[in-house]
Each structure stands twice: as structure tokens, then as C-alpha cells.
């Protein structure tokens, strides 16, 4: 039977933990958190229930047996089937060897930044890079923690996002840097259309004042339309 594409990675460290061994959900949830993945997977105990339900119906996991503690409500002890098992080992793979674009909410904001008044984005982005600042000191805590002799490969995870941060880190650094001096590309320009908007001209008014006085910057526009 096909099952279905997942594109869940709470998914994907469900089939790996059941690879290790068999567990109940709560177990599962468990070690996850003791592993600390929920930094790098989105984890609830509401939204792993229905992803357990989600494998056991696609046939990539099945109920091995359930149990009962005392009061303690029954427990459903879960074991990866060999579907699941070749699932996993496919989706794994594929995420580790094929890059795709990943479409992050900076990314986007950066994208519609021009919306807003450049000193309030200098503003914003100030107020971000304190930010980033902060977890990277919480970051480089986490890994100070850590056993002398910790294996790297139980911390992979933090060595990656440590590097985005840095990367992240650099660029906010570098754009603030560019907004307060006012050397950013367009700046000038990215200015007067908020000026402009502020004012009371209808927006082919504005736009004919912007092509008026960047005549060069606006050269490559088509339909002599800007913001």
C-alpha cells in the first residue's frame, strides 16, 4: 500500500525513536525532551499523539501491545514496522543530502522591509540583533554544560544552528551598520517613499516624484510604478 508523503519532522523522530525500540507516546515525548530535540523539532504532547495516529494508519508504525500501571490511564506500547522502517531511512536521507529552500519569516519581512520608515527598521533590527545576541550567549551555555568528553554527534544539531546564528548574527550587524550610516543601496530613495507616503499624494502623484528625482535609480521599472 503507498503511504503518504510527510513532511512533519515530529514524524520522522517518532520513527526514529521507534527504530531504537518500542514506546508509548508519553515515553516518547519523554525522551525526546530529555535529548533536548524539541529545539530542533516543534513538539507537544497534543501534536504527537496525532502524529502517532497519523503512522499507525499509513502503516509505518503498529500497536504492539497496551498496558496498564495501577490508576495510571492504559498506555499503547508502539513498534516501527518494516514499511516504516524503509520510510524512515528514505526521508532521512533525503533531508540530509538535498537542500531545499526553506522559506523563514525574516526572509520574508526583509523581502517587504521597504513598507516601513528606514529609521524604524534600523530601530527593529537593532532590537533583533540584541536579540540574536542573547541566544547565542544562551547557546554557548547549553554547550558549556556539556560532559568534557561529550560525543559531538549528540550535539550536532547545536553546531548548525550555532552557525546560522553567526551568519545571522553578521548580516543583521552588517545591515544596521549600512542603515546608520545611510550607505545602503537605495537608501535615499527607500526614504523619500516613505516620505512620500506620509504625505497626502495619491500614489501615481509620488510615483511620478520618484522617477522625477531618481531617474537612474528607477531606469529599470517598466510601468513607471514604484512602492
Known amino acids: 500500500m503507498a503511504t503518504p508523503r510527510m513532511t512533519n519532522p515530529l514524524a520522522l523522530a517518532v520513527l526514529v525513536l521507534l527504530y531504537e525500540r518500542p514506546m508509548h507516546p508519553y515515553e516518547m515525548s519523554t525522551t525526546l525532551r530529555e ?39 492504559e498506555r499503547t506500547i508502539y513498534t516501527i514496522s518494516e514499511p516504516g522502517k524503509a520510510r524512515m531511512t528514505d526521508w532521512l536521507s533525503e533531508l540530509i543530502s538535498v537542500p531545499k529552500k526553506e522559506f523563514t519569516n525574516f526572509e520574508a519581512a526583509l523581502s517587504l522591509m521597504g513598507a516601513l520608515d528606514p529609521q524604524e527598521v534600523l530601530r527593529l533590527l537593532e532590537l533583533r540583533l540584541s536579540a540574536l545576541e542573547m541566544q547565542r550567549t544562551a547557546g554557548e551555555a547549553v554547550r558549556a554544560a556539556a560532559p ?56 501615481g502623484e509620488a510615483s511620478a516624484i520618484l522617477h522625477e528625482e531618481f531617474p537612474d535609480e528607477l531606469d529599470w521599472t517598466e510601468d513607471g510604478h514604484t512602492g
Request: hydrophobic share 40%; proline share 3%.
Open 35 to 73: 535529548r533536548r530535540k524539541e529545539d530542533s523539532i516543534k513538539l507537544n504532547y497534543g501534536s504527537l499523539y496525532s502524529v502517532v495516529a497519523s503512522l499507525q494508519k499509513s502503516g509505518l508504525i503498529e500497536a504492539r501491545e497496551t498496558l496498564r500501571e495501577g490508576n495510571r490511564p
Open 148 to 203: 568534557p568528553n561529550f560525543p559531538r554527534i549528540f550535539m550536532i544539531e547545536y553546531d548548525f544552528t550555532s552557525a546560522l546564528l553567526d551568519a545571522e548574527i553578521a548580516f543583521v550587524r552588517s545591515l544596521v551598520h549600512d542603515l546608520r550610516t545611510k550607505e545602503l543601496g537605495g537608501f535615499r530613495l527607500w526614504q523619500r517613499m516613505s516620505e512620500l507616503r506620509a504625505g497626502d499624494l495619491s500614489s
